[in-house]
């Protein structure tokens, strides 16, 4: 290779590896920022804002879901398997809404420590199969318990 | 399934197929003008070239 | 790239050259959107009528082999763009500034696609059309770089000073791409993690899998086919005054 283009390869391979540490290191700083919601267990820490809007993200635990009144207002506990935190949300709930999905809820803590949603919004899965397929693995789960 | 079944994508026709639709037209679109200018450029030349040759 | 033997450089050298790239893609392109499009309608047929509707989604994921396919095509035409921008900037090669930015607008459609369709997939599932979270900030980031890319090459008249400009800012952007693909397992999104790529066996049923990888080699030619016609009209637009150019106007019509 000739000494101009070397010299111009080497350049360019700085530059990029110059933009990639930049770039490395502002995520790193806005890391927090960057999370789109707060896990259950962060709430329990005391982790996230009180008074202030925040996303919380988690399971639906199955059973969970409950209609005291008789309008709108839905209550469900939310986990990821270590905390779980009681929301309450008043609304329509998206058509993915169910028990043992994902979720992403907006609102904020009250003072009883219940999260009180503004939006709910699904978060699905990354599996995707029919539902017979789903019914026969659900079947040989049950099959293999004793 | 029937034809009907079929548009019909279990109630979510809006979505599918509106997303189904404009990904069509920007690719469609993304074939033919680049095509269409170019028939262009070549008329452009060639009667630019016929000029200059007289 | 130091010991390329002989004859192996005389064939890229010939294929570089712009008349022989101009006719051998004529010739090429019948073939190419025959394929694409035996590709296309079995990659629909699968996806929309024969593949049963999700578990969970019904018939609403479908989408999937439109949206999914386009974030793939995003990524990796991007890096297209990139490397073969950096060959021309290290060896000036014209053929490869000319792809890069044909790739540009191609590149940009499937960024504007994938977006789309994810949040008119977004929508009824997930409950509304857009969310600021990692992975739909990065590919909205890709777009701007894109359409950065195309702003740039359109504003500087001299076309070789242009392309290696928008190379620079190509390369400087791949910085993008590893922060897109892995936003899903850095951050918390609302997003859902990968399907295909996920390292133990793809969690997607193989009748869903098969159309959406057909989908996925047919945007591959689709890409081609689209990229090599603005490559043509990129090409006859600096070759204008050449005489290879010439020759060919005073044949009948191309």
Redesign the interface.
């Known amino acids: 290779m000739k000494p101009v283009r070397r010299q111009r390869l080497i350049l360019i391979a700085l530059m990029v590896v110059g933009a990639g540490l930049a770039a490395a290191f502002a995520l790193k700083s806005f890391n927090e920022n960057l999370m789109y919601f707060f896990s259950t267990t962060d709430v329990s820490a005391g982790k996230a804002p009180q008074d202030a809007l925040f996303r919380l993200g988690g399971m639906v635990v199955k059973g969970s879901v409950e209609r005291p009144g008789d309008g709108l207002m839905v209550r469900f506990k939310l986990t990821d398997f270590s905390k779980e935190v009681t929301v309450e949300y008043t609304g329509i709930l998206p058509d993915l809404f169910r028990e043992g999905q994902g979720i992403v809820a907006n609102g904020k803590l009250d003072g009883r420590g219940v999260f009180v949603a503004e939006e709910v919004l699904a978060k699905h899965d990354e599996n995707y199969m029919p539902p017979e397929v789903k019914a026969s693995l659900k079947a040989a789960a049950e099959q293999k318990k004793p | 399934m029937s034809l009907q079944e079929f548009f019909a994508m279990g109630g979510y026709a809006f979505y599918v197929w509106t997303a189904y639709g404009i990904c069509f037209v920007v690719l469609l679109a993304n074939i033919i003008l680049p095509i269409i200018q170019r028939k262009r450029l070549l008329r452009h030349l060639a009667l630019k070239q016929k000029r200059h040759n007289l | ?2 010991l390329i033997p002989d004859p192996v450089g005389r064939f890229f050298h010939r294929m570089a050259s712009p008349p022989h790239f101009y006719a051998l893609t004529e010739k090429l392109m019948p073939w190419l959107v025959g394929i694409f499009l035996i590709l296309l309608a079995c990659g629909l047929y699968g996806g ?2 024969l593949a ?13 082999y ?2 999914v396919p ?1 974030a793939w095509m995003s990524l990796f035409i991007y890096i297209v763009m990139a490397v073969t921008g ?1 060959i021309g ?3 000036r090669i014209k053929l490869a500034e000319i792809v890069a930015i044909s790739s540009a ?2 590149g940009a ?1 499937f960024t ?2 994938a977006l ?2 994810g949040s ?2 977004g ?6 059309w857009w ?4 992975r739909l900030t990065s590919e909205l980031v890709l777009l701007f770089l894109y359409l950065g890319v195309i702003g740039l090459y359109n504003a500087i008249d001299d076309k070789r000073t242009a392309s290696k400009a928008v190379a ?1 800012l190509a ?2 952007g ?3 791409i590893p ?1 897109i693909h892995y936003s899903v397992e ?5 997003h ?4 295909v790529t ?1 390292m133990d066996k793809p ?3 193989v ?2 899998l098969v159309p959406l990888l057909l989908m996925a080699v047919a945007f591959k030619f ?1 890409y081609v ?2 990229m090599l ?2 490559a ?2 990129e090409l ?2 600096r070759e ?1 005054t050449a005489n290879w ?2 020759k ?3 044949e009948p019509t ?1």
């Not at chain 3, 049963?52 to 999937?64: A, K, L, N």
């Not at chain 3, 929508?123 to 509304?128: A, D, F, L, N, R």
């Open positions: 790239m130091f929309l009528y049963p509707p999700d578990y969970q989604q019904g018939d609403s994921y479908r989408i999937i439109i949206h386009s950096a900037l290290v060896w607008s191609v459609s504007f696609i789309v369709t008119l997939w929508k009824p599932m997930w409950g509304t969310v600021w979270d990692a620079i390369l400087v791949v910085v993008n922060i850095w951050w918390s999104t609302l859902q993690g990968p399907t996920k969690s997607i049923h009748t869903m689709y086919i689209a016609q603005r043509r009209l006859l637009q204008r150019v010439k060919l106007l005073t191309p």
